[in-house]
């Protein structure tokens, strides 16, 4: 069983920043890939960037540039970067991690940008 505590979501102005991060806690495997997804209101959730246990990282073209995800091993702690951001990115986000063939979600955390 993994547990979650996320931070860092909130209400934020276009062109601001905000930094999510993700701890996961429990059955954690030293061979794992962190991400995270996003879900806007009405829309299907999407991946927005993921980190493998190398430290390869993937990141969908709309975030390319703006967002930097990270990892901390030895905390199991996934971070999300996030600048320049615009009223698009409005979402919940969600922490991900796939380890010995199943993946485990985390509760999400929202991220508003308005102004």
């Known amino acids: 069983q993994v547990h979650w505590a996320e931070s860092g979501g909130g209400l934020v102005q276009p062109g601001g920043s905000l930094r999510l991060s993700c701890a996961a806690s429990?059955?954690?495997?030293?061979?794992?890939?962190m991400a995270w997804y996003r879900q806007a209101p009405g829309k299907q959730r999407e991946f927005v960037a993921s980190?493998?246990?190398?430290?390869?990282?993937n990141y969908a073209d709309s975030v390319k540039g703006r967002f930097t995800i990270s990892r901390d091993n030895a905390k199991n702690t996934v971070y999300l970067q996030m600048n320049s951001l615009e009223p698009e990115d409005t979402a919940v986000y969600y922490c991900?991690?796939?380890?010995?063939?199943?993946?485990?979600w985390g509760q999400g955390t929202q991220v508003t940008v308005s102004s």
């Open positions: 980190m493998l246990t190398g430290g390869s990282t």
């Open positions: 429990g059955s954690i495997s030293s061979i794992k890939t």
């Open positions: 991900n991690l796939y380890q010995r063939m199943r993946t485990y």
